[in-house]
C-alpha cells in the first residue's frame, strides 16, 4: 500500500544544533517533494520543493535531499533557534499535473535555548 | 497581499446539521483545493477547482459534501447533514496557474457533537 512516514516522535534539540527530519514513502513515484512548516491553529507554509531529478536544494538555513532509490528526504535546518519550534510536514505529488499533494503526519521540532 | 481566508475559524454543530464552510482564495489564484485533517491522521486532499471548474473532486468523502465555486472567486464547502466522523479541520489552499507553491488558509475548526 502507499504510505508516507515522517517520525511521529517529537525532535528535541539544542538551539545552534543541526535539525534532520526524515520523510520515507512507499509506493509513490513523485515528480517532487515538498515541506512545509505547521504552527498550531494555522496552516502549512511552504518551504521548500525538490524536484525527482534534483539531490539537493537550499535556502538560507534550510537543505532539503531527495534520494528516488531510497524513496527517502531528508530535511535539515542549521543553526536551529527556538523560533524553528513547528511541525514539519512532508507532501508528494501525485503526478496529476497539480497540487494534489499527500502529506506524511508531521514531525514536530523542538528547539530549546 | 492577503492571504487565504477562511472563515468561520471554528464551528460546533450537532449531529445532523448543516455547515457551510467559506474559502477566499489570495487574488488571481486559480486553483483552489480543499484539504481535511482529522485527529490524528494527515492531512487529506478532498477536491480542486480551477477557476470555477471542478477538476478533481476523488478525495470527497461522500455526496453529504458539496463545494462550490461560482464566478471562480471564492468557495464554499457544504456538509450535509453533519456526522460525527466529519469533525476535523478543513483547509483551504490556492495557487497560481503553473506554480506548485500552495498556500495555505488558517483551516476551520469543526466539531460535530
Known amino acids: 500500500s502507499q504510505k508516507i512516514e515522517q517520525n511521529s516522535e517529537a525532535l528535541n534539540i539544542q538551539e545552534g544544533k543541526t535539525a534532520t527530519l526524515t520523510c520515507n514513502y512507499t509506493n509513490y513515484s513523485p515528480a517532487y517533494l515538498q515541506w512545509y512548516r505547521q504552527d498550531p491553529g494555522r496552516g502549512p507554509v511552504f518551504l521548500l520543493l525538490?524536484?525527482?531529478?534534483?539531490k539537493e536544494k537550499r535556502k538560507e538555513r534550510l537543505k532539503v535531499t531527495f534520494d528516488t532509490t531510497l524513496k527517502q528526504s531528508l530535511f535539515h535546518i542549521t543553526a536551529s533557534q527556538p523560533a524553528d519550534s513547528a511541525t514539519y510536514l512532508c507532501a508528494l505529488d501525485v503526478n496529476t499535473g497539480f497540487q494534489k499533494l499527500v502529506f506524511g503526519t508531521g514531525t514536530r521540532l523542538l528547539v530549546s535555548p | 497581499e492577503a492571504g487565504v481566508t477562511q472563515f468561520p475559524s471554528h464551528s460546533v454543530i450537532e449531529k445532523g446539521q448543516t455547515v457551510t464552510l467559506r474559502c477566499d482564495p489570495i487574488?488571481?489564484?486559480?486553483?483552489l483545493y480543499w484539504y481535511r485533517r482529522v485527529m490524528g491522521k494527515e492531512i487529506k486532499f478532498l477536491l480542486h477547482f480551477v477557476k470555477e471548474s471542478k477538476q478533481d473532486e476523488s478525495g470527497m468523502p461522500n455526496n453529504r459534501f458539496l463545494a462550490e465555486r461560482t464566478g471562480g472567486t471564492y468557495s464554499t464547502l457544504k456538509v450535509q447533514p453533519a456526522e460525527l466522523e466529519d469533525s476535523g479541520v478543513y483547509f483551504c489552499a490556492s495557487s497560481q496557474q503553473d506554480n506548485e507553491k500552495l498556500f495555505f488558509g488558517s483551516g476551520t475548526q469543526l466539531s460535530v457533537l
Open positions: 525538490i524536484r525527482e531529478n534534483e
Open positions: 487574488s488571481g489564484h486559480d486553483n
